[in-house]
C-alpha cells in the first residue's frame, strides 16, 4: 500500500520536491504513460490541499485530448489556441491564473473553480502534454507553487 502523505506544514519547495519523489518512485518500471498520468494525477491530488481537479491534458495533433484526472467531468478536446490549458501549451509556458473569470477564452468545465495552474510537460524539445490544477479558491497558487509544479513536470516528462 502506497501512502505518500506530506506533512501539512511543508513550505512550498520541500513539498514539491518530496511529490516529486514520490512521484518516481511511485511510476518506476511502468511505460505505460496513461497508467502512470493516473497515479500522478491521484498524488497531486493528495499532495495539493484546496483542489477541485488535477490531472492531464495530452497533446494530440493540434488539440489538447482529456488524460487521467482527479474531479468533476471535464471537457474532453481542447484547441491549443483557446483557454488557460491551450495557451500553456501553444506559448509553452506556465499559467498562473489567479481569477479564472477574467482570463479572456476561459473554458468552464467547472464552474465552482476560480483560479488555475497549468505547466506544460515538455519532452525532446516538444509539449507533450500539460498538468492542469484547479481551485475553488480565488489566488490559491502561488509564484512558489508554479516554480514547484515546474520542476514536477520535468522530473516526469520522461514517465509520460
Known amino acids: ?50 483542489l477541485n481537479w488535477a490531472g492531464f491534458y495530452r497533446l494530440v495533433g493540434d488539440e489538447l485530448v482529456l488524460g487521467p484526472f482527479i474531479g468533476r467531468p471535464a471537457c474532453i478536446r481542447i484547441p491549443v489556441n483557446q483557454g488557460v490549458c491551450g495557451a500553456a501549451a501553444l506559448s509553452r509556458e506556465t499559467q498562473l491564473v489567479d481569477d479564472v473569470h477574467s482570463f479572456a477564452g476561459h473554458i468552464a468545465c467547472d464552474a465552482a473553480s476560480r483560479s488555475e495552474l497549468v505547466v506544460p510537460i515538455v519532452k525532446d524539445g516538444k509539449v507533450i502534454a500539460v498538468i492542469d490544477l484547479d481551485s475553488p479558491t480565488p489566488a490559491r497558487f502561488t509564484h512558489a507553487d508554479a516554480a514547484g509544479l515546474e520542476g514536477f513536470a520535468s522530473r516526469i516528462a520522461d514517465r509520460i
Open 1 to 50: 500500500m502506497f501512502n505518500f502523505l506530506p506533512d501539512p506544514d511543508l513550505e512550498a519547495p520541500e513539498r514539491y520536491r518530496q511529490l516529486g519523489d514520490a512521484a518516481l518512485s511511485l511510476t518506476e518500471g511502468e511505460t505505460d504513460s496513461i497508467a502512470n498520468m493516473a497515479n500522478l494525477a491521484a498524488l497531486l491530488a493528495e499532495f495539493l490541499p484546496d
